[in-house]
């Protein structure tokens, strides 16, 4: 199946500072999705990309779809310790949204 | 009112044991899935099912079977529990097709 190479694996990082992660597919994806898994709880979607080049925020959280279509960045700015969890990027396996892939996840430790 | 709500939350097994998981949601969505995570919290898709029918089977054991009595519920029966199938298994919905999943708080099956 496709390949989703998500980096980093993990960081660890001070309230306050800004942070970046970013996904890679081995083939064109015509969605990206970035996801956040809190301890204990299923993952909640953050942010949908639907169009190439397309750049979103939701509140201090902003993500691209690169414009190869072969990649997407999340960013987050300001963090705070709440923004704690695992990240997950995820596009359509095979162009099928019923069947979704998802990235290793970046875990993000935020320190007071 | 929760949207994705699944149960048990945690079920402790012998091996070759027979389980299910029940998932209901009240989200009005016609396309419901099963996902396995790792220890390593690798998301992985099991199944997919729109409007009662199923869509994606990923090469999943013959001893799991999911069902879907109404577009509105989705369970998962294990039989013949083995050691590996210990995972966190998360039930979503979307409507349609937009890669937008809401996700259960998880169900934890540990085999012993």
């Known amino acids: 199946g496709q390949q989703l190479n998500q980096s980093p694996q993990s960081m660890f990082i001070q309230e306050g500072e800004d942070v970046s992660m970013n996904c890679t597919s081995s083939s064109i994806f015509n969605t990206w999705l970035w996801y956040k898994q809190d301890p204990g709880e299923g993952p909640v979607l953050l942010i949908a990309?639907?169009?190439?080049?397309e750049l979103t925020s939701n509140g201090r959280l902003t993500a691209q779809f690169g414009i190869t279509r072969k990649d997407s960045f999340l960013n987050i700015s300001a963090s705070i310790p709440s923004d704690v969890g695992i990240y997950f990027c995820?596009?359509?396996?095979?162009?099928?949204?019923?069947?979704?892939?998802f990235g290793k996840g970046t875990l993000l430790t935020v320190n007071p | 009112d929760t949207a994705v709500s699944q149960t048990p939350k945690y079920l402790v097994t012998q091996m070759g044991n027979d389980k299910s998981i029940k998932c209901e949601q009240n989200l009005g969505h016609d396309t419901m899935y099963w996902y396995k995570q790792d220890s390593k919290k690798f998301l992985k898709i099991m199944f997919s099912?729109?409007?009662?029918?199923?869509?994606i089977n990923e090469t999943v054991p013959n001893r799991f079977s999911p069902k879907s009595p109404d577009k509105a519920h989705l369970n998962l029966h294990i039989n013949s529990l083995e050691l590996g199938d210990s995972a966190v298994y998360f039930c979503?919905?979307?409507?349609?097709?937009?890669?937008?999943?809401?996700f259960g708080e998880g169900s934890r099956l540990t085999v012993l």
């Open positions: 979503a919905s979307s409507r349609g097709t937009t890669g937008e999943l809401f």
């Open positions: 099912y729109n409007n009662k029918e199923l869509i």
């Open positions: 995820a596009g359509p396996e095979g162009g099928s949204n019923y069947k979704l892939t």
């Open positions: 990309l639907y169009k190439a080049g």
